[in-house]
Structures are given as structure tokens and as C-alpha cells.
């Protein structure tokens, strides 16, 4: 199972694009376990993710955010701009894939 954490400023702004990623992982048969956090609480769930995706109001957290993230052999990226915009599930959670793909 993939376990993918994305992390926006309050967790509130993600919660329809974690719905829609859960959506495209069953249509194509894959089991993932896709949650939002706000940005305090990321630190303490990248534990428990094998990726972590940062809305891009959160852009200057990467860096931090990676260093940590390091600790769990785990990347950290931002989501795209217009995927994030427009809830793209498909193409969030493709972009999770591949961050997991090049660790």
C-alpha cells in the first residue's frame, strides 16, 4: 500500500484533492492510504508516509520539510500549481508515484 501525506497551510485545502487521488488509485487498482495535514503537524505524520506533497502556498517549507523528511529515506516535493488548482487527482497523485519511484 502507498501511503501519501500532503500538507497545505490549515489541511483544509487539500481535502477534495486527497478525495480525488483516493478516487484515481481505486480506478486503477492500486490501495493507498492519502491523508492531509496542516503544516504544523507534518513533521510529526511524515513518518508514516512514503511521500509527502506540499501545497504551493508552502513552497518555502520544501527545504525544511526535506531535511526531515530525510530521516525516513522519504521525498518531499511541492504539487503542482495547476493540478493543485484544478483538484487533478490523477495527475497529484502521478506526481506522488514518481517521487516515490526516484528516492
Known sequence: MKRILL???????TSLLVMKMQEYAKSIGEEAEIWAVGQDQAKKEMAKADVVLIGPQMSFLKEELQKEAQ????????????A???ADGKKVYEQALK???DK
Not at 71 to 82: A, N, S
Open 99 to 101: 517521487l516515490m519511484e
Open 84 to 86: 493543485y488548482g484544478m
Open 71 to 82: 530521516k525516513y529515506g522519504i521525498q518531499v516535493d511541492v504539487i503542482d500549481m495547476v
Open 7 to 13: 500538507a497545505c497551510s490549515s489541511g483544509m485545502s
